[in-house]
């Protein structure tokens, strides 16, 4: 046995300690040293970090995707106006607070109805607000996911007819917007709305037109 492996055998064991032979009357015993191989445990802790560094899976960074439209040719002939009637806009703001109004937006009385005014919500109450003026679609979804339960109908054939429920013209559409004092978070809590809400016809914009802007301004004074 060599003596490395001879040390490191007899590492941890504890002296006995022995009587005093050379002095008279009581013997006194001898404290013995005591001394732990931490050799095994620094083993231990490597093999522990070398299966996590191998079984972890590593953090991805995710993003949210968007698509926009492509631009119109500037040949083409005007498309006809967007019919914003069955419409939600959402202004998003500071302090977690959303102001709304539907339809079209009017900055004065026109033969369509009175100026635009804005009502105000927040993430505790928008969900409600967007099913209650959903509902057909709600129900219809619903009346989907019970067939699926069932098993009257496949995973695919579940996926397409639900594609096809939220993209009929006729449901509820949004347009989500932003102003500086909105967080990001905020409007990544939105889109989340758009698909519990089976909402799936919606825009996100960044900016707000000056005279929802001037809206907005006078309701956030009122905070």
């Not at 404290?31 to 070398?50: E, R, S, Y």
């Not at 967080?183 to 758009?194: A, G, L, P, S, T």
Request: net charge neutral; aromatic share 6%; hydrophobic share 30%.
């Amino acid at each position: 046995m060599s003596e490395g492996r001879l040390k490191r055998y007899t590492m941890a064991q504890v002296p006995e300690g022995g009587g005093d032979g050379g002095g008279k009357g009581k013997k006194r015993a001898k404290k013995g040293n005591t001394h732990i191989d931490m050799t095994p445990m620094v083993d231990l802790a490597f093999l522990l970090l070398t299966f996590f560094i191998l079984t972890t899976t590593m953090y991805k960074p995710s993003s949210l995707q968007m698509t926009y439209p492509v631009p119109p040719d500037p040949n083409d002939p005007a498309p006809p106006p967007t019919q914003l009637s069955n419409a939600i806009t959402l202004l998003l703001t500071k302090n977690d607070q959303i102001f709304y109004y539907m339809g079209e937006f009017r900055a004065e009385a026109t033969e369509k109805g009175p100026p635009t005014t804005l009502e105000r919500t927040d993430f505790s109450k928008v969900q409600k607000l967007l099913v209650e003026n959903n509902k057909q679609t709600i129900a219809q979804l619903n009346d989907l996911a019970r067939q699926y339960n069932e098993k009257k109908i496949d995973e695919d054939q579940y996926n397409e007819k639900r594609k096809a429920i939220k993209g009929d013209k006729n449901n509820l559409k949004a347009i989500i917007k932003t102003d500086e004092e909105a967080k990001y978070r905020n409007m990544i809590d939105m889109v989340d709305e758009m698909d519990i809400s089976g909402i799936g016809s919606y825009g996100v914009l960044d900016k707000l037109k000056p005279e929802e802007q001037a809206l907005l301004d006078a309701e956030k004074a009122k905070l």
